[in-house]
């Protein structure tokens, strides 16, 4: 029995009784709300190890829940789950802060997979932080300091918040440094689960990389494309 703290936030209540008991049999503990605002603010207020976040709330739609949690400092995984089928919508989850989605309806299978899969990674972050040869367990480029052990990022001096996977994603980077990694690999070694057909995802994230640590996004110095290829760190 895990014992990983889940906060599901779904106003559906058979879908929320289904959902929590299934969580609730394979030994995580579970913790509900109903409407953006609540799980918003349980989010804020108590510990825990994953969020499952329902796109269509009342109150507050998840979309809004998520940007604001992680522009507050919520690093937790966030699943999203969301009806809605159209790419634009799973692409502004992820680049809100979603560590991945699912799509209604799903198989509850599926869904503990990928809670099964986020919750690796987190473990892996906390337990195996990157070690820098420059400087312990820390890592630095440009105006940018990692703190592997404590899973902080600060640009500049003021703090950056990174969701658990795009950490995940900014290390296994950084630990091949020069090297080309196809989107399939990375996909494969950061994910966790075989999700070959959503290579939109890795380029959503990295995207956010850019975002929040280059100086000029549109221009990256660090997070490279290699045409056709993948991506590479170069520091």
């Known amino acids: 029995m895990s014992g990983e703290r889940i906060l599901l936030v779904e106003d559906e209540p058979s879908l929320q009784l289904t959902l929590g008991d299934r969580l609730r049999s394979e030994g995580y503990r579970v913790e509900s709300a ?14 825990f190890d994953l969020i499952v976040l329902d796109v269509m709330l009342p109150g ?8 604001d949690l992680r522009q507050q400092g919520v690093g937790v995984p ?8 159209q790419v634009v919508d799973r692409v502004v989850g992820l680049k809100l802060g979603a560590d ?3 799509s209604k309806p799903f198989e509850a299978i599926e869904l503990l997979a990928r809670i099964e899969a986020l919750l690796r990674r987190v ?19 440009g105006d940018v300091e990692i703190d592997w052990k404590r899973a902080e990022v600060r640009r500049a001096g003021a703090p950056v918040a990174l969701s ?14 020069g090297e080309v990694i196809g989107r399939d690999e990375l996909l494969d070694r950061v994910w966790g689960y075989d999700a070959t057909a959503q290579t939109r995802t890795v380029d959503v994230h990295i995207a956010s990389l850019r975002q929040k640590l280059e100086e000029i996004p549109a221009h990256p110095r660090y997070f490279a494309t290699v045409h056709r290829l993948g991506y590479k760190f170069v520091a």
């Open 123 to 141: 473990g892996a972050s906390r337990g195996n932080p990157t070690r820098s040869s420059r400087d312990g367990e820390t890592f630095r480029f």
């Open 60 to 67: 507050k739609n998840g979309f809004d829940v998520c940007r």
């Open 164 to 177: 658990a996977l795009e950490l995940k994603l900014l290390r296994y980077l950084i630990e091949r440094h």
């Open 34 to 47: 109903t409407t953006g605002p609540d799980g918003e603010a349980r989010a804020l207020a108590e510990p």
């Open 100 to 102: 991945d989605y699912l």
């Open 78 to 85: 966030i699943l999203m789950l969301t009806a809605r089928t």
